[in-house]
């Protein structure tokens, strides 16, 4: 099993430009969430899944978009790059509720400039 | 909202010292986990503690919850190299997802 994966490793991007950052999992987990990192910081929550086809807002969900229309996978969405979105974003699946364990994915470096 | 802050920010010790990170709820918590974030690295899940007052141990690391359920610790004796990276707890209140705590870096030399 491969876990979760991420797709790409590192992206540049000019200001204005969109992406979509890629994820995806095998261990048929129902939640997936969405985390930013900024350098030497905690993780942020952009949005998360508690299965196919529902989504929710996370902490800091302005300037992103999910959908979920499979349970292996979780796209995130960014429209309009600015600066302030260069951070490193990983993706979690969690099994259970009510605080199951995460596995995260390797995370994809973004750099907006 | 749910917060979850940890104390120090930052600590850095000779290898053979020991270790400790805190960890504050602003609310109960059904249950918390530590996961390490090795420099470059994903967060890795280390531990969950679900009763109040719980104490574990994973070789040199021993993690406790408190009895309130609001606060949690882990303790690494005699600390390696090995031992280097951001030591993060996450809280789960009523919902499914985790309250990520603000995390402590820990530096190891020789």
């Known amino acids: 099993n491969a876990g979760v994966t991420q797709t790409p490793k590192f992206r540049i991007l000019k200001i204005g430009q969109s992406m979509t950052l890629q994820c995806a999992q095998d261990?048929?987990?129902?939640?997936m969430y969405w985390y930013r990192q900024d350098p030497g910081m905690g993780l942020k929550l952009i949005y998360y899944?508690?299965?196919?086809?529902?989504?929710d807002k996370g902490e800091v969900p302005n300037g992103y978009n999910v959908s979920r229309s499979t349970t292996e996978d979780f796209p995130l969405r960014l429209e309009l790059a600015a600066p302030s979105q260069t951070s490193v974003y990983f993706c979690?699946?969690?099994?259970?509720?009510?605080?199951?364990?995460?596995?995260f994915g390797p995370g994809t470096r973004l750099t907006v400039l | 909202g749910q917060q979850v802050m940890q104390i120090p920010q930052y600590q850095h010790v000779q290898e053979g010292e020991d270790f400790t990170t805190y960890c504050n709820s602003s609310?109960?918590?059904?249950?918390i986990q530590w996961y390490k974030q090795r420099p470059g690295g994903h967060p890795v899940f280390l531990i969950q503690?679900?009763?109040?007052?719980e104490v574990k141990k994973q070789k040199r690391l021993t993690f406790q919850f408190g009895e309130a359920k609001k606060n949690s610790s882990l303790h690494i004796t005699a600390t390696q190299t090995t031992d280097v990276g951001t030591y993060f707890c996450?809280?789960?209140?009523?919902?499914?997802?985790?309250?990520f705590g603000t995390g402590t870096r820990l530096q190891v030399t020789l």
């Open positions: 503690l679900v009763k109040s007052g």
């Open positions: 979690a699946a969690q099994g259970g509720g009510r605080g199951d364990t995460q596995y």
């Open positions: 899944s508690v299965g196919a086809g529902i989504t």
């Open positions: 996450a809280g789960a209140g009523t919902a499914s997802k985790l309250t």
């Open positions: 261990m048929n987990h129902n939640y």
């Open positions: 609310t109960t918590l059904s249950n």
